[in-house]
């Protein structure tokens, strides 16, 4: 798979656990779930944010790109979200992981204090 770069940075000063930490339960859930059902991966990574953190609300949000080497093509993926929030204590974070089908998971979590 080609080279990527996704920004990992946390998009606040207040997170549920540290950025590494985050960055663990994304890539567990990922390797211990089908990747071809994301709807069980999603859901493994929202019990093990909520078992992190009580004081925080979670969204979730994962996209799956799969294509062949064998192809020669142009793929361009692009993504924004936002929220209208307290920027000090709500924020988000995204973060890469590569499956073992060598598709690519893009997870972005997404939380509000409580």
């Known amino acids: 798979?080609?080279?990527?770069?996704?920004?990992?940075?946390?998009?606040?000063?207040e997170f549920p656990v540290a950025p590494e930490k985050l960055a663990s339960i994304i890539e567990?859930?990922?390797?211990d779930a089908?990747?071809?059902d994301l709807g069980a991966c999603t859901e493994s990574i929202l019990v093990e944010l909520s078992k992190a953190s009580?004081?925080?609300?979670?969204?979730?949000?994962?996209?799956?790109?799969?294509f062949s080497d064998s192809e020669d093509f142009n793929l361009s993926i692009d993504s924004?979200?936002?929220?209208?929030w307290?920027?000090?204590?709500?924020?988000?974070?995204?973060h890469s992981v590569e499956t073992e089908a060598g598709a690519r998971l893009l997870a972005t979590v997404v939380w509000v204090s409580k």
Do not use: C, Q
Request: net charge positive; charged share 15%.
């Open 1 to 13: 798979m080609p080279a990527l770069e996704v920004n990992s940075v946390p998009s606040s000063s």
């Open 28 to 31: 567990t859930s990922a390797r």
């Open 34 to 36: 089908s990747s071809d």
């Open 54 to 66: 009580s004081a925080h609300k979670f969204v979730v949000s994962l996209t799956k790109v799969a």
């Open 80 to 84: 924004s979200i936002g929220g209208s």
């Open 86 to 94: 307290n920027k000090t204590k709500d924020g988000g974070y995204s």
